[in-house]
């Protein structure tokens, strides 16, 4: 009994080893791909909110009048980024490799998850950069960055999973959600309170600070970098929202993945 324990153990830990070395692969070429014959290579993944930041900033503040600076402006931008980079090119990772997933038996979560990974790794890389202009703007580092970074980081990877899942899978079967998404991220952008603060909505608009996911979250990160407090009831809503989103689109993937080879 015993015996057949411990094979079981080391079939799941081969298994999972394999997955890992898979996934890193993955990313790895998704990277090289990206950058392929660039000359700024992974310096795009700062180039685009920075320069989207510095208009925008000249735009609402100097402009209009707002006065809402780059730097707030920087807080939800580069978190948007890196939801719209993963959810975006995860989309069509099980149709652009439908050869391979054709021939080869392998977990096939990996692919839309070695898409996440690699815009992860990239928003991680930013981050600094990000620091560096809060620092220079005037704000002060908190030492409630200590928890509330990992925590909102944890939060959103969570939600940003789920969903490219979700996404991926249904693709598949709707070739249209790709394109549907170009106008449902743009909605999803200007409905999320990357531009305003979301004290700012009227109340009769309030109910969309808590039906969107990435609301609260956007709120986390600036609550976190700028105010130096802890999220209070938004943490609480994007939570649930990153649990929701991580099992249905693992549902989703569970349920659609043995068809997947066929329809491809």
């Known amino acids: 009994m015993s015996a057949q324990v411990s094979a079981g153990v080391s079939h799941r830990s081969r298994s999972v ?25 992974w310096a795009w993944s700062l180039l685009r909110p920075l320069a989207l930041g510095g208009i925008l900033s000249f735009a609402l503040g100097s402009v209009l009048g707002t006065g809402i600076g780059a730097v707030f402006l920087l807080c939800g931008l580069f978190p948007w980024f890196w939801f719209q980079s993963s959810v975006q090119g995860s989309s069509t990772t099980f149709v652009g490799n439908g050869g391979l997933l054709k021939k080869v038996r ?57 969903l490219s899942l979700f996404v991926a899978s249904v693709t598949v079967f709707f070739r249209d959600l790709e394109h549907l998404l170009d106008v449902g991220l743009t909605l999803v952008f200007y409905a999320t309170p990357i531009l305003y603060d979301l004290d700012r909505i009227p109340g009769r608009y309030e109910w969309v600070g808590w039906v969107n996911p990435l609301a609260p979250v956007m709120e986390g990160w600036r609550s976190v970098i700028l105010d130096g407090n802890l999220p209070g009831a938004h943490l609480l809503v994007a939570v649930g929202f990153a649990a929701v989103s991580l099992v249905i689109g693992w549902l989703t993937f569970r349920r659609l993945e043995d068809l997947f080879a066929d329809v491809i």
């Open 17 to 41: 080893q394999n997955a890992l070395q898979l996934l890193h692969a993955l990313t790895a070429r998704d990277l090289k791909l990206r950058y392929q014959g660039s000359i700024f290579g």
């Open 106 to 162: 392998f977990p096939r979560h990996v692919l839309p998850a070695s898409v996440v990974l690699g815009n992860t790794l990239q928003f991680l890389l930013a981050l600094p950069i990000l620091f560096a202009f809060v620092i220079g703007a005037g704000f002060e580092p908190s030492w409630t960055w200590i928890p509330g970074l990992p925590l909102m980081f944890t939060v959103q990877l969570a939600l940003v999973m789920g």
